[in-house]
C-alpha cells in the first residue's frame, strides 16, 4: 500500500501515521508452522484481534456491545494478504489498520504488519455492518460512522494500489 508520505517504499520500510491505532501481537509457538514462522492464516485472525482492539481502544466502540447488546455485525466479506518477509516466533508485530474506504454499509481496511519500521504484510479486509437479527447488510449506524470518518481525517487517505 503505498501512500504520500507514508505507506512503504521498495526497501520495505513504512510510516506508519502517529495518529494510527497499532496492535501488538507476540508471535508465539501457536503461531508457527514447524519452520519457526508464522502460518499464513493465523494472519487472518488476528486481523480479526485488530479489528475489536481497534473499535473498543482507538474509537471508542466496546466491540461487545457492538454485537451482543446493540446487534450489529461486521463479518468479513473479503479478504486478502500480500507477505512481504516472514514473521518468526518471539517476534512483535505491530498492526496498523488504514482506511481505504468508506462506503454506505462497508468498510474497506488496509492492515499492516510492521516490526521495526520493516513491513512484513499487507492486509486487505473488507466487512459489513449487519443487523445480527435479521441477517441483512445494513447502513453503517451513524456512531460508526463518526468514529471511521474522524479517524480517516487522522490519519489521512491511503492510496489504493491495486483493485
Known amino acids: 500500500m503505498m501512500a504520500e508520505g507514508r505507506g512503504g517504499s521498495d526497501n520495505g520500510t513504512i510510516i506508519i501515521p502517529a495518529e494510527a491505532f497499532t496492535a501488538r501481537f507476540r508471535i508465539r509457538f501457536s503461531h508457527c508452522d ?23 481502544d482507538r474509537l471508542g466502540i466496546p466491540y461487545a ?23 518468526r ?7 496498523t489498520p488504514l482506511i481505504r474506504r468508506i462506503g454506505g454499509s462497508s468498510v474497506d481496511l488496509a492492515i499492516v504488519g510492521h516490526i521495526d519500521g520493516e513491513r512484513r ?42 483493485p
Not at 514447524?34 to 473498543?56: H, K, L, S, T
Not at 516466533?89 to 498492526?95: A, N, R
Not at 473488507?126 to 447488510?137: A, F, I, K, M
Open 65 to 87: 456491545g457492538f454485537l451482543l447488546e446493540r446487534r450489529f455485525g461486521l463479518p468479513t466479506v473479503r479478504a486478502e494478504c500480500t507477505y512481504h518477509r516472514p514473521t
Open 89 to 95: 516466533m518471539g517476534e512483535m508485530m505491530g498492526m
Open 34 to 56: 514447524p519452520a519457526g514462522i508464522v502460518y499464513y492464516p493465523r494472519y487472518f485472525d488476528m486481523f480479526n484481534g485488530v479489528v475489536e482492539d481497534w473499535f473498543c
Open 121 to 162: 504484510l499487507e492486509g486487505r479486509i473488507v466487512l459489513v455492518t449487519t443487523d445480527l437479527d435479521s441477517g441483512r447488510s445494513i447502513a453503517i449506524p451513524d456512531f460508526l460512522r463518526d468514529a471511521l470518518e474522524t479517524y480517516l481525517t487522522a490519519c489521512g487517505p491511503i492510496a489504493i494500489d491495486r
